[in-house]
């Protein structure tokens, strides 16, 4: 299985972005699908968005839709999610996924999972 770090989680204030990345290494990156994934203290994990393995195709919980952006690049090994026009509603530890072959919006179909990097967005 790949072993996925993710980073560039922080503090930021409503209305501005940050940029995550998700490392991956020990396996082959281009054969994964990958997905973003998050959870609030309290709250169950909530699908963010995925990419396919060759990025040609993305989608986005509809919160997230024009704020939100996934994309990779299967040489470094890396998926990115640049994050615009962030809420306080988005406050949460995101986590990326990785699933073989096809993409699939349910977290219980991914295979290996980062540890996760925390996102806080004040008001």
């Known amino acids: 299985q790949v072993q996925l770090v993710e980073s560039g989680g922080g503090l930021v204030q409503a209305g501005g972005s940050l940029r995550l990345s998700c490392a991956a290494s020990?396996?082959?990156?281009?054969?994964?699908?990958m997905g973003w994934f998050r959870q609030a203290p309290g709250k169950e994990r909530e699908f963010v968005g995925l990419?396919?393995?060759?990025?040609?195709?993305?989608r986005y919980t509809d919160s997230v839709k024009g704020r939100f952006t996934i994309s990779r690049d299967n040489d470094k090994n890396t998926v990115y999610l640049q994050m615009n026009s962030l809420k306080p509603e988005d406050t949460a530890v995101y986590y990326c996924?990785?699933?073989?072959?096809?993409?699939?919006?349910?977290?219980?179909?991914?295979?290996?999972w980062g540890r996760g990097t925390q996102v806080t967005v004040s008001p």
């Open positions: 996924a990785a699933k073989l072959a096809t993409w699939s919006t349910n977290w219980v179909d991914y295979e290996s």
């Open positions: 990419i396919s393995r060759s990025g040609g195709l993305t």
């Open positions: 020990g396996g082959t990156f281009s054969r994964y699908a």
